[in-house]
């Protein structure tokens, strides 16, 4: 990555944050002036009006903020953030890129850090707010990789694809329908479905001990066997896996918040789920960890 791009996504994220401190310090301003404007009203008995009657009172003078201008804020705040998404994902990958092209990094270690820095998007969940149906464009950017990644992929199968050298194992344009395109439709449904939902919290945190799991197992390569399709894995991976999906499930629990009280022994058990699950799927983990915790988290209510 040129110093020049990587300083324009820079700016572009400044601008996003910026323009989102705007517009909440306006939505402050309109608030505090509409505050200013209520005051005790007394009928004809001296008594004080009703909440109800003042608001109403409030509402014939203008004091209070228009539907309309409310629902406005809210849908430029939820765009900015999709922006603020975007650009904090490409500069993932677009590092990774640099990383890679320059041979700082193996493909192996570029592909797992874009895996993780995927997975931490749902930290921007809390910005968007569902009042308006745009909180929907949080899938912005899950939404734009899976078109890529299906075109670059199926059709264009350019082996010399930037993409296709930072994402596959061997090289195969084909392999991005895989685990990154399907990875990608897991995000669209966390975020869609299980969005600050606890079971998109824990989809998305066993996802974070398949992302730690080849990057033990590879280098620390001890008790191997073999998965579905004849891949190969370790028992050293799958602990790593084990303790990956305890660690991002407890860490994403206490940054979002969602739930709000944190099961521990749920979490182990969920985090024993996925790592069999991944274990014996060989490609298809990224799928097969899904499935198994929606249908374990499922079983138990």
């Given at each position: 990555?040129?110093?020049?791009?990587?300083?324009?996504?820079?700016?572009?994220?400044?601008?996003?944050?910026?323009?989102?401190?705007?517009?909440?310090?306006?939505?402050?301003?309109?608030?505090?002036?509409?505050?200013?404007?209520?005051?005790?009203?007394?009928?004809?008995?001296?008594?004080?009006?009703?909440?109800?009657?003042i608001q109403i009172n409030e509402i014939r003078g203008g004091s209070i903020i228009s539907s309309s201008s409310t629902e406005s804020s809210v849908f430029?705040?939820?765009?900015?953030?999709?922006?603020?998404?975007?650009?904090?994902?490409?500069?993932?990958?677009?590092?990774?890129?640099?990383?890679?092209?320059?041979?700082?990094?193996?493909?192996?270690?570029?592909?797992?850090?874009?895996?993780?820095?995927?997975?931490?998007?749902?930290?921007?969940?809390?910005?968007?707010?569902?009042?308006?149906?745009?909180?929907?464009?949080?899938?912005?950017?899950?939404?734009?990789?899976?078109g890529q990644l299906f075109v670059k992929g199926a059709i264009l199968q350019d082996s010399n694809d930037q993409d296709v050298k930072t994402m596959s194992?061997?090289?195969?344009?084909?392999?991005?329908?895989?685990?990154?395109?399907?990875?990608?439709?897991?995000?669209?449904?966390?975020?869609?479905?299980?969005?600050?939902?606890?079971?998109?919290?824990?989809?998305?945190?066993?996802?974070?001990?398949?992302?730690?799991?080849?990057?033990?197992?590879?280098?620390?390569?001890?008790?191997?066997?073999?998965?579905?399709?004849?891949?190969?894995?370790?028992?050293?991976?799958?602990?790593?896996?084990?303790?990956?999906?305890?660690?991002?499930?407890?860490?994403?629990?206490?940054?979002?918040?969602?739930?709000?009280?944190?099961?521990?022994?749920?979490?182990?058990?969920?985090?024993?789920?996925?790592?069999?699950?991944?274990?014996?799927?060989?490609?298809?983990?990224?799928?097969?960890?899904?499935?198994?915790?929606?249908?374990?988290?499922?079983?138990?209510?």
């Open positions: 990555m040129k110093p020049t791009t990587f300083l324009k996504l820079m700016l572009a994220l400044a601008v996003a944050c910026s323009a989102i401190c705007c517009v909440e310090a306006n939505d402050s301003f309109r608030v505090s002036n509409t505050a200013s404007f209520r005051r005790p009203a007394k009928n004809t008995l001296g008594l004080k009006q009703s909440t109800t009657a430029v705040r939820n765009i900015l953030w999709s922006l603020a998404t975007l650009v904090y994902v490409k500069t993932g990958v677009t590092t990774c890129d640099t990383l890679l092209m320059k041979k700082i990094i193996p493909a192996d270690v570029s592909r797992k850090i874009i895996h993780l820095c995927a997975c931490s998007w749902c930290l921007f969940w809390p910005k968007f707010n569902k009042s308006h149906w745009s909180w929907k464009l949080n899938v912005a950017i899950p939404a734009l990789y899976s194992r061997s090289g195969d344009p084909k392999e991005l329908l895989y685990g990154p395109f399907l990875f990608t439709l897991i995000m669209l449904c966390c975020g869609l479905k299980f969005y600050m939902q606890p079971i998109g919290v824990y989809i998305m945190g066993c996802l974070v001990g398949d992302g730690i799991a080849p990057l033990v197992g590879k280098r620390y390569p001890k008790f191997a066997y073999k998965s579905w399709g004849n891949e190969t894995k370790t028992l050293s991976g799958s602990v790593a896996m084990f303790v990956g999906a305890i660690m991002g499930m407890i860490a994403y629990a206490h940054l979002l918040g969602v739930p709000q009280d944190v099961d521990l022994l749920l979490i182990l058990m969920i985090a024993l789920v996925a790592t069999v699950a991944e274990g014996v799927t060989g490609i298809w983990d990224n799928p097969a960890i899904a499935l198994s915790v929606y249908w374990f988290v499922k079983s138990q209510k």
